[in-house]
């Protein structure tokens, strides 16, 4: 019974709800960017570049020719899949980049407001005059 009492506590902290909500919508952040790189970002690259699709370029381990699609090539043997993996980069720069951005805006709003200079404090004419006796005792 201690056991689920003491899980019950670990589970109600905040720290485990908000972590829970993060990676929640980092997963549905991370299929948002892969979307943006698959379907958007790739594309015009590789129109740019003259019309190439990286998702299908491999190095066949096999012998399986270079004719083929990725999915087939891997049916038929190993691959080096560098053109994936050159998707899967771009990916997680602009996830970086993103991410990058957003933790700088949330640290700016974060930011506490400029503290206000106070004045130094004045010190009263008795503490000075005593301060002047004491140093003219020690001369």
Same mark, same amino acid.
């Given at each position: 019974?201690?056991?689920?009492?003491?899980?019950? !506590?670990?589970?109600?902290?905040?720290?485990?709800?908000?972590?829970?909500?993060?990676?929640?919508?980092?997963?549905?952040?991370?299929?948002?960017?892969?979307?943006?790189?698959?379907?958007?970002?790739?594309?015009?690259?590789?129109?740019?570049?003259?019309?190439?699709?990286?998702?299908?370029?491999?190095?066949?381990?096999?012998?399986?020719? !270079?004719?083929?699609?990725?999915?087939?090539?891997?049916?038929?043997?190993?691959?080096?899949?560098?053109?994936?993996?050159? !998707?899967?980069?771009?990916?997680?720069?602009?996830?970086?980049?993103?991410?990058?951005?957003?933790?700088?805006?949330?640290?700016?709003?974060?930011?506490?407001?400029?503290?206000?200079?106070?004045?130094?404090?004045?010190?009263?004419?008795?503490?000075?005059?005593?301060?002047?006796?004491?140093?003219?005792?020690?001369?």
């Amino acid at each position: 019974m201690a056991m689920l009492q003491e899980f019950k !506590t670990f589970i109600s902290r905040g720290n485990v709800v908000d972590l829970a909500v993060g990676v929640i919508i980092g997963a549905a952040f991370g299929k948002i960017v892969d979307s943006l790189v698959g379907d958007i970002v790739m594309p015009v690259i590789g129109r740019i570049v003259g019309g190439l699709d990286f998702s299908n370029y491999y190095i066949p381990l096999n012998g399986q020719g !270079t004719h083929l699609v990725l999915v087939e090539a891997k049916k038929a043997g190993g691959v080096i899949a560098y053109g994936n993996f050159i !998707t899967v980069s771009v990916g997680f720069v602009i996830l970086a980049f993103v991410i990058f951005q957003m933790v700088k805006l949330v640290n700016a709003l974060k930011k506490p407001a400029p503290a206000v200079e106070q004045a130094p404090e004045v010190t009263a004419e008795d503490i000075l005059l005593l301060r002047e006796i004491r140093d003219s005792l020690k001369k």
